[in-house]
Each structure stands twice: as structure tokens, then as C-alpha cells.
């Protein structure tokens, strides 16, 4: 069962002298109920954005240039019993929701998205570790969520709640009396989940979840995480420029490259037959622990701005493998089986399946072979200024 | 990865050690409270042989950052020495001092913060060589500048002289600044983080200019970083840090392939990796780091340690000692107490000890009941306890639950002892590298006997 379904969605920052930034270009991805997706990609490639923009926490300067979200729930006021929307609602055209009772949420207003907002989808954000709010006691942060989204509910049975939600993520339920100032890191990154938990949420985004922390207590947060997608069924979209973090917890992944997702699809398909020039270049370019002797090799060049950035491909000025083609406008995503079993480009339809935008996708075993030797990508002049 | 022994070390440092704040405050003064220092570096012993990477691992906060500090003298140490070149740098002339400012330099973390927008490349590269009086005239400063500008892949050089830090990109700034450190051709660099603020993409190149560097120019590197991937790719040799203790060093290989120290072992269990995927073991550590200002006596990792050291007269499991030392750490920082456990429960006092003998460590290393409570009780009978301890503890958590805390430490105290806690371990060789930590103390031995636990072995359960 789909939750999310993210289909062309755009999202632009205006500028003073009236351009703007196309922070994420036509992106489409879906996220299943119970599974972890993930989206990796380095800085300024748009993954925060994307983030923040399913649930309307952009920054003023940001909007919706096109594209929908589609969110399997909808608002309190337009469902029925079993939380699916009523049959008058899906009827009414001035109201966002389709016939499988799917809301879009990128054309709720932004009094309608606060219904949405941690009842069914919950973020936990960036810095999560300063995300607490200092003067108030722990437990009371949770207890205030609670009673906005849930009102029938009695301030004790909240307070009840929140100790067994601390308790749920390792923390013992007397210090929900405590304030964040006498939590560690560790705990604190913790009371953040139980609190993104406070209301069961359907979908939790984790931007940057472990970044802050020491890698003992980043394993710890991870194996908490995974816990309590199995206990409770939460699909996790996670966000991270760590690939050796995405590649533990995700079940499906895209890759974005300056604004566009580059290749997506099941994580052990990325990682095992990776199928786009980025990707394969991020290989090649971060250690790992395992391996004595190993040759990093970097992408040359940075990455682009995108402000009014024009047609090609985003990564082909990096790209040891563009061609004419690529400076015209940036390729589809294309099917990587069909690529690698008939060797044709073949746009690919299904949005679970292994998909990656390179026009070259025909010449898959070339690309693969060539990107292993680093005179690949040293030989390649780049204009960088 | 052999220790020449006729090579002469760079760099000696012997018995290290960096405390701040010791100043007080008037309140603690008033009280007459003793000052608290925060023991950032304490006692560390090491050497750096003339073209060696050595890296320098470890969480936030275990003093890596201060000791590369002391090194380039941007702290004086409290106690200890270090010798550069034969030399102690803690006591020397002015002049001896200008001369060894051309030999050290050191490369910071964050290329955003570390040069100064308002100056341009070349005043930035060239500044070194004015502060250091090297060369005089400005065409042979500005052909020095060129030169090095372009060995840091910053070429054509003239395109970069006039620019400002803004115009350029992360991966450009933090060529800047190793330009910057390499100018006055030195003979030791210290790197804190270089990489950290730099998009994977362009990390490898950075590194990868690094190593070249290295060879071209002569030069010994330390390189901080809490990245264990990027230890292992970069350096030959490596040490641990914890808490500012220096806990294992030797050659990387080594240390990454076999771990001594358990912090160790912890610490590269915890690296996500790619490659091993679902298989790769968890960190078996309980708990966070402890604050340095009071950091734990003994050796400063035993209150998190999966292999602390039972007294010689314990007949029970390790892992029961080491349970039953979390219930005497919990008890003292009052973590149980009578609300801890439902008073639904037939007998209190026994349900407050299976509360406390849980561990809060992976799942992979918990018992059955634990996993099944969600790490809220273990079952007694899966704890190979000696009666006599199993007596002290009830005896305890009966006194915690008459509210008598001083009571239930007290008889854990007496009851519950480890040399980990008593004694701080110096360093002792083991094979190739030196480990700090009492199961080594016998010259090296394997000293895992005791403790029926070995590091590569499956976890301490069953």
C-alpha cells in the first residue's frame, strides 16, 4: 500500500532580482507503508527542501512551483470513522482528494496542513538536539502535542502517555520532569523520536537524524529507529548525506544531484549494480572501514547552482560520460532492467523498480567498467571558474 | 608497518596533559569548594616518527582537538612535554620559537570559518611568509604563492590570487588553507578535521592532494578526525582516544582489523559501512561519554565497558559481574528508585534488582526477558549471580526502597569491587601497538582469560 506518492514536484526559491531557485525539479518518488526510503544527496542538492515542503515548512521565499503530494489520510473534518475520506468529500471538486481517497497535501491551505502536521506525518528535525524547547519540562512538550491533536483526550491520560512514550525509546519515565538541559545528546535525540511518536503518526521524517552525534550513540539511534518501524508499522523517510548510514537502514533510496533525482530504487540495487554516473562516482569517492587498501577518487568539479539553471543534465559538466544529448535537456528516468537484460533505454514506468536519469543507460556494463579507473575522471578538464 | 626503530622521532610527547577552567568561581570560593578542572588531555604519551600520517580517533570531547592544539603551541600544556625535533617546545627562546612556527603549521576544520573574508587568496597564502619575515621581495613572494597555489591543484594560480573566500567553493577554501599551512615549507602539519565540512564528492580529492603533498614536500601529518574511515584511509599509524587517555595506538591496520581496547572495539562495531549491511555487529557499550570534569576513577571507560575485569574470587559469569556493577553505578547516580518498577509486583524488592541488572546496550546483547520488556527487566535466572552478591543486591534495593540511597551505596561498594575502577591503566605494549587497559597488564598476555569473554567472540550472553 502506497502512503506517498510524490509525483513532478517542483519547488522553487524566489529571488530578489526575480529569479529563482529550483531547488527540486520535477521530482516523483512513492513511499509503501512500513518501509524506510531514504534520500541521499550531497548539500544544496534540494533533499531538506523536499522534506520540508511535504509538510509545508518551507521558508517564505519558498512555494510549489507544481506538483502534488499525495498522502493516503486526510483531514479530521473530511473522514469518516475509519479515518478514510468520506465518500461527499472525494466527490466535491474543491477539495484535494482523488478517488482512492488520497489528500493532496501540497494543495491543503496552511490551517489545513496543521491537522496533518504530527497526527499523521511527524518531522524530526535537523538539529534535533536543540529542537527542545529549554524552559519547558521534557514530558510537557509531549503532553502539549498530544492534547492539540488529540483534544478528547484527559491532560492525565497525556501525561501517562508521554512517560510510556519516553520509556518506549530508553529513557526512564521519571525524567519526563526533567529539562532538556539535563538530558545528554544521546537522550535528547531520543525524547525528540518519542515525541515525533506522540500522536502515531503514519509517516516520520528524520532529516539528518544522526548528523550531531558520536557514532556509539548513532548506532543506538539507528537500532531505535528500526524498532519502532517494527512496533508500530511507521514508514520513515529519511534524509541524509551519510551513505553508509542510508545503506543500514533504508529499504528503497533516491539519490538526488542538484535538484533532480538521479537514480532511485531498492537500496541493495543502488548500491549492488548501481546504474548512474553520480552514484557510481559517490562510490568511489567515500572510505570505508572494511577495505585496507583502497583508491578514492573524487567527482571533479563542484556541484551546480540552480539558480534558473538550464535544460541539460544537472551532473554532466561533472560527468566524464556526457555527450551531445546531455546538454539538451536532462534525461528521464530509465528502466535499469530493461537496460541491463536488452541493453535499451526504456523509460521506466514503475516508481518501486530500479530508475536512472543517464542518457547513456544503453552502454550500462561501458559506464560501469570505465568508472572504476580513476584516469576516467582525473583526465576530464573542468572549467570550474 | 614496522616502527624503524633507527628512524629518531619528530615529535615526543610524554605525559601530556591540558586541564582548563581551573579558575573559580566566587560562589566555590566562598563555599571553599575545590576548583573542577575540565581534564581535556590528561597523560598522554606519544611518538611521531619523521613521515608518518598518524591519526588521532575518537568522540567529541575526548580532547583530540586540544592535544593537536598543544602540539602547534596554541595551548601550553599544564603538565608533560613535548619535544619537536629534540626540542621542548613548552620552554623556549623567542627566537627558537620563530623558528619552530615555520616548521609546524596546522590546517583547521571549517574552510568557512577559517580564512577571512575580507582578504584575498594571495594575502591569505602570503601572510605566513611576511609574518615569518622569509622572503622579502614581493615578486619572489608572489611566484612562491603561485607555485604553491598550483601544487594545491588551485591552477592556473592567477585566476585564484585576487579572488576572495565567497567566490570560491568549499573543496577551493580548503586548498586555500592548506596552501596557506605548506607556504613556509614545513616539516609537521597538524590536521584538525580538514574533510568534515567538505561534501563527500569532494573529500577524496582533498585527502587524495594530501598524500601527494605528503611525499612532495617531506612532511608529517597528524590528522584528527572522529571519521574511522577516514583514519583508516589516510594513516599508518593511529591512536584512540577516550576521555582524554590515549587508550590504544599502533599501526591503523592493525587496530581496525583486531581491536584490543574494548572502547575500541566499540567504537568500529558502531561505523555503519556499506559493504557489511545487516550483518555488522552493534557497539556493546552502555551508556555516554561522562563529563570530563569528573570523569570516573580508574580507567575512564569501566562504567561503560562490555569486559570489565570480575574481582579474582567471583564465581559468577562476567557478564553477571558486569550487570551487577550497573546496578551499583545505577543505585549511585540514583537512576532506580521505588517508582522505577509497577508496585503491583509480588516482591518489590526482587523486581527493583531484575530492573537493575539490565543492560542498556543493543538488542543483540540483551536477554530474552530484556528483549521482551523492552530492556525493562531481566530475568534472575539468566543472570549467573553468586548467592552472596544476589544477597547484597536485594539488601540494596531493600534500602532503596526504604529510601536509605547512602544505605544501598555502601553495600554495593563493599561488595562489588574492580581493579578497572581502582587503578588507572598505563599503557602496555601488546604486539605491535600499546593499549591501555587491565587485561593487558600482564606484558601483553592475552589477558581475556579471566573474563571466559573474548573480543571477536559472539556476545557475552548464554
Known amino acids: 500500500m502506497t502512503l506517498l506518492e510524490v509525483n513532478d514536484l517542483s519547488i522553487r526559491y524566489a529571488v530578489d532580482d526575480g529569479s529563482s531557485v529550483h531547488a527540486t525539479d520535477d521530482v516523483s518518488f512513492s513511499v509503501e507503508r512500513g518501509e524506510t526510503y531514504g534520500l541521499v544527496g550531497e548539500s544544496g542538492c534540494g533533499k531538506t527542501t523536499l522534506a520540508k515542503s511535504l509538510v509545508h515548512l518551507l521558508d517564505d521565499n519558498g512555494y510549489v512551483e507544481n506538483g502534488n503530494v499525495w498522502f493516503d489520510g486526510t483531514l479530521p473534518q473530511w473522514s469518516d470513522e475509519q479515518g478514510d475520506a468520506t465518500q461527499s468529500v472525494i466527490d466535491d471538486p474543491d477539495k484535494p482528494v482523488r478517488a482512492d481517497g488520497k489528500t493532496d497535501l501540497a494543495a491543503l491551505t496552511n490551517a489545513q496542513i496543521r491537522d496533518i502536521r504530527w497526527r499523521d506525518i511527524a518531522i524530526i528535525p535537523q538539529s534535533a538536539m536543540n529542537a527542545l524547547n529549554p524552559v519547558y519540562k521534557v514530558g510537557d512538550q509531549i503532553v502539549e502535542a498530544i492534547l492539540r491533536h488529540e483534544p478528547e483526550t484527559t491532560a492525565d491520560e497525556a501525561h501517562e502517555r508521554a512517560r510510556d512514550l519516553l520509556e518506549r525509546v530508553g529513557i526512564e519515565p521519571d525524567r519526563a520532569d526533567d529539562y532538556a538541559h539535563q538530558f545528554s545528546g544521546g537522550m535528547k535525540q531520543r525524547a525528540v523520536i518519542a515525541m515525533a511518536m506522540a500522536c502515531s503518526p503514519d509517516l516520520l521524517i528524520a532529516d539528518e537524524p544522526t548528523t550531531a552525534l558520536d557514532v556509539i550513540i548513532q548506532d543506538r539511534i539507528l537500532e531505535e529507529l528500526e524498532k519502532l518501524q517494527e512496533e508500530f508499522g511507521v514508514s520513515i523517510l529519511v534524509i541524509s548525506h551519510d551513505i553508509s548510514v542510508m545503506a543500514e537502514i533504508c529499504d528503497r533510496m533516491a539519490v538526488m544531484y542538484g535538484g533532480k533525482v538521479m537514480e532511485s530504487g531498492p537500496k541493495d540495487e543502488i548500491f549492488g549494480e548501481t546504474a548512474n554516473p553520480y552514484t557510481l562516482g559517490l562510490k568511489n569517492s567515500f572510505p570505508t572501514i572494511t577495505s585496507a587498501d583502497q583508491d578514492l577518487v573524487s567527482i571533479p568539479g563542484t556541484p551546480p547552482t540552480l539558480r534558473d539553471p538550464d535544460d541539460g543534465c544537472r551532473f554532466r559538466d561533472r560527468c566524464p560520460f556526457a555527450i551531445e544529448e546531455c546538454h539538451a535537456s536532462h534525461p528521464p528516468m530509465y528502466d535499469v532492467e530493461a537496460a541491463e537484460s536488452l541493453g535499451r533505454s526504456e523509460e521506466g514506468t514503475d516508481e518501486r523498480a530500479h530508475r536512472s536519469a543517464c542518457y547513456r543507460i544503453d552502454e550500462l556494463e561501458q559506464l560501469r567498467t570505465d568508472a572504476i579507473e580513476e584516469s576516467t575522471w582525473t583526465e576530464q578538464r573542468i572549467e570550474s571558474r | ?462
Open chain 2, 1 to 462: 608497518m614496522d616502527r624503524a626503530e633507527d628512524r629518531e622521532p619528530l615529535v615526543e610527547i610524554d605525559g601530556l596533559q591540558k586541564l582548563f577552567d581551573q579558575s573559580q568561581g566566587v560562589v566555590d570560593t566562598i563555599l571553599g569548594r575545590d576548583p573542577q578542572p575540565v581534564r581535556a588531555v590528561d597523560g598522554v604519551s606519544l611518538d611521531i616518527y619523521q613521515g608518518d600520517i598518524v591519526g588521532i580517533a575518537g568522540e567529541s570531547g575526548c580532547g583530540k582537538t586540544t592535544l593537536g592544539k598543544m602540539l602547534v603551541k596554541l595551548h601550553d600544556p599544564t603538565e608533560g612535554s613535548i619535544r619537536f625535533d629534540g626540542e621542548d617546545i613548552t620552554d623556549m627562546t623567542r627566537e627558537a620559537e620563530r623558528e619552530f612556527r615555520k616548521r609546524v603549521q596546522m590546517i583547521f576544520q571549517d574552510p568557512f570559518e577559517s580564512l577571512n573574508p575580507r582578504m584575498t587568496v594571495y594575502d591569505t597564502v602570503a601572510e605566513p611568509l611576511k609574518i615569518n619575515d622569509m622572503i622579502e621581495s614581493y615578486d619572489e613572494r608572489r611566484d612562491r604563492v603561485t607555485e604553491v597555489l598550483e601544487d594545491v591543484g588551485l591552477g592556473p594560480a592567477e585566476v585564484y590570487l585576487d579572488a576572495f573566500p565567497d567566490e570560491l567553493s568549499g573543496g577551493e577554501r580548503q586548498r586555500v588553507a592548506i596552501a596557506r599551512a605548506l607556504v613556509v615549507d614545513p616539516d609537521f602539519i597538524v590536521c584538525d578535521e580538514p574533510v568534515s565540512m567538505l561534501d563527500v564528492s569532494i573529500r577524496a580529492g582533498v585527502l587524495n592532494l594530501m598524500k601527494e603533498l605528503q611525499s612532495e614536500y617531506d612532511l608529517t601529518y597528524l590528522f584528527i578526525s572522529h571519521d574511522l574511515s577516514l583514519i583508516r584511509y589516510m594513516c599508518d599509524r593511529a591512536g584512540i582516544m577516550y576521555l582524554g587517555n590515549m587508550v590504544e595506538q599502533g599501526p591503523t591496520d592493525d587496530i581496525i582489523d583486531d581491536p584490543k581496547h574494548p572502547y575500541t572495539e566499540a567504537l568500529f562495531d558502531a561505523v555503519p559501512d556499506v559493504e557489511l549491511g545487516e550483518e555488522r555487529r552493534r557497539a556493546n557499550a552502555t551508556g555516554e561519554v561522562p563529563s570530563p570534569r569528573n570523569p570516573p576513577s580508574g580507567c575512564r571507560y569501566h562504567p561503560r565497558c562490555a569486559h570489565i575485569i570480575p574481582p579474582d574470587d567471583w564465581t559468577g559469569s562476567q557478564d553477571a559481574f558486569r550487570r551487577a556493577y550497573q546496578f551499583k553505578l545505577k543505585v549511585r547516580r540514583g537512576d532506580i528508585s521505588p517508582e522505577s518498577v509497577d508496585s503491583g509486583d509480588i516482591e518489590t524488592a526482587e523486581a527493583l534488582v531484575e530492573h537493575g541488572l539490565t543492560l542498556d546496550v543493543p538488542e543483540e546483547y540483551r536477554t530474552e526477558t530484556e528483549v521482551a520488556t523492552g530492556g525493562h527487566r531481566v530475568d534472575l535466572s539468566a543472570v549467573d549471580l553468586p548467592t552472596d552478591t544476589r544477597r547484597v543486591l536485594t539488601e540494596a534495593a531493600e534500602a532503596v526502597l526504604a529510601g536509605d540511597a547512602d544505605r544501598a551505596v555502601s553495600t554495593l561498594d563493599d561488595a562489588l569491587t574492580t581493579s578497572c575502577a581502582e587503578r588507572q591503566p598505563e599503557p602496555q605494549p601488546s604486539g605491535t601497538r600499546e593499549v591501555a587497559c587491565h587485561r593487558y597488564d600482564d606484558g601483553g598476555a592475552d589477558g581475556l582469560d579471566g573474563s571466559g569473554a573474548g573480543l571477536s567472540a559472539a556476545p557475552a550472553e548464554d
